[in-house]
């Protein structure tokens, strides 16, 4: 079951980098500014998507530990109701 969720979260933090660079290209191949100005705007870019991605994987670091203390608490529950059944 924790398979499926990290999956699906690596799934969209690729699919967000990747989205983010087929943009960026294409933005530069068709953009009708001088080279110093496409390097400043792909600079900014990149930055935006770097703090893009660190929020992202924050996020997830998150969701993946929040999943996790709830399995310990459910180990830790069945534990306690199996030691007072014996």
């Known amino acids: 079951m924790s398979d499926n969720c990290s999956g699906s979260g690596f799934a969209f933090i690729a699919g ?3 989205g983010a660079a087929v943009g960026a290209i294409a933005g530069l191949l068709f953009a009708p500014e001088s080279g110093e100005e496409t390097r400043k ?3 900014d870019k ?3 998507l770097t703090d893009d991605l660190h929020d992202k994987f924050d996020e997830f670091k998150d969701t993946v530990t ?3 203390d ?3 608490s459910k180990v830790e529950e069945v534990k306690s109701k199996d030691t007072k059944k014996a």
Request: net charge positive; proline share 0%.
């Open 66 to 68: 929040e999943a996790l």
């Open 70 to 72: 709830n399995v310990k």
């Open 16 to 18: 967000i980098t990747v």
């Open 46 to 48: 990149s930055k935006d």
């Open 41 to 43: 705007r792909l600079q």
